[in-house]
């Protein structure tokens, strides 16, 4: 049974950080393989991709919104996935998912659908 599980949430003021972490088990296969993704989901608001990781290439994708201010990141050795939040901002309120698919398109980052394996979301309030 594949287990992702989120941590690192939290409430923090604008312009501040957070790192988010999250954690696999039972994927069939070497967990570099996988491609990895981090999406959010505001309430009232449809599920979006933050940034995606692909395990083959490395290549990575942001959505516009947060590029320049958050990092994703992937330790193998750990089977840990990573998201880096700088300078949040208000609008950055949601609750964080992490997720995991076989291939890494670059369409994936904007179809949640596409994604097989989910965790079950950490909080990110961030007050102004």
């Known amino acids: 049974q594949v287990q992702l599980v989120e941590s690192g949430g939290g409430s923090v003021q604008a312009g501040g950080s957070l790192r988010l972490s999250c954690g696999a088990s039972g994927l069939t296969g070497s967990w570099s393989w996988y491609c990895l993704g981090w999406f959010r989901q505001a309430p009232g608001k449809e599920r979006e991709g933050v940034a995606t990781?692909?395990?083959?290439?490395?290549?990575?994708s942001y959505a516009p919104s947060v590029k320049g201010r958050f990092t994703i990141s992937r330790d193998n050795a750990k089977n840990t996935l990573y998201l880096q939040m700088d300078i949040l901002k208000p609008d950055d309120t949601a609750t964080y998912y992490c997720a995991a698919r076989v291939s890494c398109p670059r369409e994936v980052l904007a179809q949640p659908l596409a994604w097989p394996y989910w965790g079950q979301g950490t909080q990110v309030t961030v007050s102004s």
């Open positions: 990781i692909d395990g083959l290439t490395s290549y990575i």
